[in-house]
């Protein structure tokens, strides 16, 4: 049906002997996108991919590819190229009959001239086209990892789903085939759904992003959406390099007042909140946090925790009485480990959320006017 996403999960419950992986997950990935599925180790992302593809049987909820409910059918049936961080090359056939292995079997056989063209023009497009004759035996793990992407994307199906499959790589390795598979969308306008913990990986090569813990996608959308407007401290927690910084607070008389610091914020600035004043946490984008010299006026104190050097920057960790975060400056900043220093949140930067859900509860979007 035309207009329909691509994939459709409603409801997925899954639980593996009383644990549970699933807890009702919902999720859309549109035609012709690259959704990234990030979250930490254990947050649900294998079992979601295993069950867009059939590949498990789900508690609950609901598979839709394509427009038509492929919830009970069959595995083969559904046209989806699964890719996993383990390769799962066999042994006993080189790289190009690797490569070729789906498109000689009965769901998918092609001719072999038909078959040699797409294993050359893929071997091409990540690179390999040099080992097509090699045993996969021989192979490095970047290598192997081309093959087994090589095999997914020869076939062309509607729906790819990659898990962690760059995981496993060096960073040089990581960036080449990042770029490789943008290549490969653009140029077969393919979907992708590309399950991460590597949230640099996830916005360098998704369309939009899906924050995935708890067996639940806390939030989805472009990377600038979440930015404007997080959730909720997952979403802080799961988002950024340095993740947002926060800050225990509390709402009164208008302001918002970090514990242990001295400068106060209007509550205007926050687009007022949904409920009345109490304890909160304060969520910052450490973009957003100001850090000067000890004495700075209108800002509150702190000290200079751990310093790690990046090469052309370092990354700060500065402890306060609110609350610790971690801060990206300039090499040229001079602050060591042990400084006192001081922080300013600006009046119009940060979120509000409840302190014992969780959830957002101001409503000011940040979004550039």
Aim: hydrophobic share 40%.
């Amino acid at each position: 049906m035309s207009g329909d996403p691509m994939l459709r999960l409603d409801g997925l419950r899954k639980s593996y002997k009383g644990v549970r992986a699933l807890r009702g997950l919902d999720l859309t990935v549109n035609d012709n996108e690259i959704f990234a599925l990030l979250g930490p180790t254990g947050a649900g992302k294998s079992s979601t991919l295993l069950a867009s593809a059939g590949l498990i049987e789900l508690d609950a909820g609901k598979v839709h590819l394509a427009g038509r409910d492929v919830t009970d059918a069959d595995p083969a049936s559904r046209d989806v190229a699964i890719v996993f961080e383990g390769f799962n090359l066999l042994p006993v056939l080189n790289v190009k009959d690797n490569i070729a292995f789906a498109l000689r079997s009965p769901a998918y056989r092609e001719a072999e001239d038909e078959i040699a063209r797409r294993v050359g023009r893929t071997a091409e497009l990540l690179r390999i086209a040099h080992l097509l004759d090699r045993n996969v035996d021989t192979l490095s793990g970047g290598e192997r990892q081309r093959v087994a992407i090589a095999r997914a994307l020869v076939r062309r199906p509607r729906l790819f789903l990659l898990d962690e499959p760059l995981s496993a790589l060096d960073l040089k390795l990581r960036e080449g085939l990042r770029a490789e598979l943008r290549q490969i969308h653009r140029q077969y306008r393919s979907t992708m759904l590309y399950a991460t913990h590597d949230y640099h990986g996830a916005i360098a090569i998704a369309d939009r992003i899906g924050i995935i813990d708890g067996g639940q996608v806390q939030q989805s959308g472009t990377i600038d959406d979440i930015y404007a407007l997080p959730a909720n401290v997952t979403v802080g927690r799961l988002v950024g390099s340095p993740a947002m910084a926060f800050f225990e607070a509390r709402v009164e008389d208008g302001h918002v007042t970090i514990r242990g610091a001295e400068q106060r914020l209007p509550l205007s600035g926050f687009g007022g909140i949904g409920r009345a004043g109490g304890d909160v946490l304060l969520g910052v984008w450490p973009e957003d946090i100001e850090i000067g010299a000890p004495d700075a006026p209108g800002a509150s104190s702190g000290s200079i925790y751990a310093v790690d050097n990046r090469g052309f920057e370092r990354a700060v960790q500065v402890e306060t009485g609110g609350g610790s975060f971690r801060k990206v400056v300039p090499l040229t900043s001079g602050l060591e480990r042990g400084d006192a220093c001081s922080f300013r949140i600006p009046k119009d930067a940060g979120f509000l959320f409840d302190a014992a859900s969780g959830q957002r509860i101001s409503h000011q979007d940040r979004r550039p006017a």
